[in-house]
């Protein structure tokens, strides 16, 4: 595939964020022109479907800033380096967030919520053999957290009541394997 | 939901890009502290699964800067201003990446790829009723279009070997649509 291939020139930092880090690149094409490319530069992040016994996922409702909305997604979280084995962040995270442990992990693969512009890749794990303890969130993170039927998030990704990216995809995989193991 | 909404106290613009539009706010947290937020505006997309008449989906295959890698993606862009409806917007890109006109679009909701810092939403589509026609791609675009049997996407999927997330969502959408329809 070497005639879709961009080639990086020069590459300039123009803004280091809390949560964000931007760059701007000139690149050369693949018809040797040159071209510009933004990118955001993110350390990675896991998420988890977490199933109990009878079928219900826990999930979370939690107010997302940019929509001005309390969305309906699954637990998740950046890693806390690049370092950080993806496996660890998100046993992290859903205890953190819900309150639950976690007995068995299968990992589900990767996700990059928006590769046109980001590097940012979350790594998605369903959840079973689940025990309840307390949720222990970060000071400036507010999470409601609920249970629900895997079939009943299924039909509302279908009907679009669900918008979160990862959400949509972890659940629908989560439920695909669940069907076929 | 009221205990978990932050009110936006200033907002300060970042930087105004060619794709990204950074914005960094000051926020009241439902505790009563502050916090920043920092996101990125932007005008909306739409992606389209198109599945032929033979229930192949027409893929592409596309260079992105950020993973320096060549992803499977489905087709998708920008919409032209927040203004244009979103049924057009999957229509002309599906025509100019691949070439491709669609008798049928069936609505398969939004996605937000990453509701914590962006508000952009993708509205997906599976087009069906497929004429091929001539690809006509942007300047700095450079795009390989494939035939790829639905059943085989999905695998792909549940393996991880297809990390874009709309792809992913969309595609497992479609399958799942067109199982039940």
Redesign the interface.
């Known amino acids: 595939?070497d005639?879709?291939?961009?080639k990086k020139i020069s590459s300039t930092h123009?803004?280091e964020?809390?949560?964000?880090d931007?760059y701007?690149?000139d690149?050369l094409?693949?018809?040797g022109?040159t071209?510009?490319?933004?990118?955001?530069k993110h350390v990675g992040a896991a998420c988890v479907v977490p199933v109990d016994n009878d079928g219900n996922v826990i999930i979370e409702?939690?107010?997302?800033?940019?929509?001005s909305a309390?969305?309906t997604?699954i637990p998740a979280g950046k890693l806390d380096s690049k370092k950080e084995p993806h496996l660890e962040a998100a046993l992290r995270e859903l205890k953190e967030e819900t309150g639950y442990s976690a007995e068995n992990m299968v990992?589900?693969?990767?996700?990059?919520?928006?590769?046109?512009?980001?590097?940012?890749?979350?790594h998605m794990y369903l959840a079973t053999g689940l025990t309840q303890g307390a949720q222990k969130l970060d000071?400036?993170e507010?999470?409601?957290v609920e249970k629900v039927p895997l079939e009943t998030l299924?039909d509302e990704?279908?009907?679009?009541n669900i918008?979160?990216?990862?959400t949509?995809?972890a659940i629908?995989?989560a439920y695909?394997?669940l069907k076929n193991n």
Chains 1, 2 share one sequence.
């Not at 409702?61 to 929509?67: D, E, L, M, S, V």
């Not at 990059?112 to 590097?119: G, I, L």
């Not at 990704?157 to 679009?160: A, E, H, P, Q, R």
């Open positions: 595939m005639n879709l291939t961009e123009i803004y964020g809390i949560i964000l931007l701007c690149d690149v094409l693949p018809n022109n071209s510009k490319r933004e990118y955001i409702k939690q107010f997302r800033y940019p929509f309390v969305l997604e990992y589900l693969g990767e996700y990059y919520p928006t590769c046109a512009y980001s590097d940012e890749v979350i000071d400036d507010f999470v409601g299924v990704i279908m009907k679009g918008k979160d990216g990862k949509q995809t629908l995989k695909l394997y």
